[in-house]
């Protein structure tokens, strides 16, 4: 079982997309464990754009087409603190998957 989005940005078990999701946050300085929605209860900052992506449930999420691009560059930017070649793959998917739904004024879509 698994799961896939729109614009090729990721196919994989749900495992995989919560372990880059974890890494991803860990990139940016969050300790994903803490947070609101992943056991903990800080509460999130909405001035980071990564907040769309890491809000989102695995089994069933989008983001705008208008957050595309905010989100692409937010992960570009942290692309070179990650550190294993699958993260770093599955961030180019996603950059390259959201750049385009931004261009096409589409959402992406994961479920």
């Given at each position: 079982m698994g799961m896939s989005s729109s614009y090729?940005?990721?196919s994989g078990p749900y495992s995989r997309f919560h372990k880059f999701r974890t890494k991803?946050?860990?990139a940016a300085g969050i300790?994903?464990?803490k947070m609101d929605g992943y056991g903990?209860?800080?509460v999130w900052k909405y001035t980071d754009p990564l907040t769309t992506f890491m809000l989102l449930p695995d089994w069933d999420g989008f983001i705008d087409w208008d957050d595309c691009w905010l989100v692409?560059?937010?992960i570009e930017q942290?692309?070179?603190k990650?550190?294993?070649a699958e993260s770093k793959e599955i961030a180019n998917d996603f950059i390259k998957g959201l750049?385009?739904?931004?261009k096409d004024r589409s959402c992406v879509r994961w479920g």
């Open positions: 090729d940005c990721f991803l946050a860990k300790q994903l464990e903990g209860k800080k692409a560059k937010r942290l692309l070179p990650l550190k294993d750049m385009q739904a931004h």
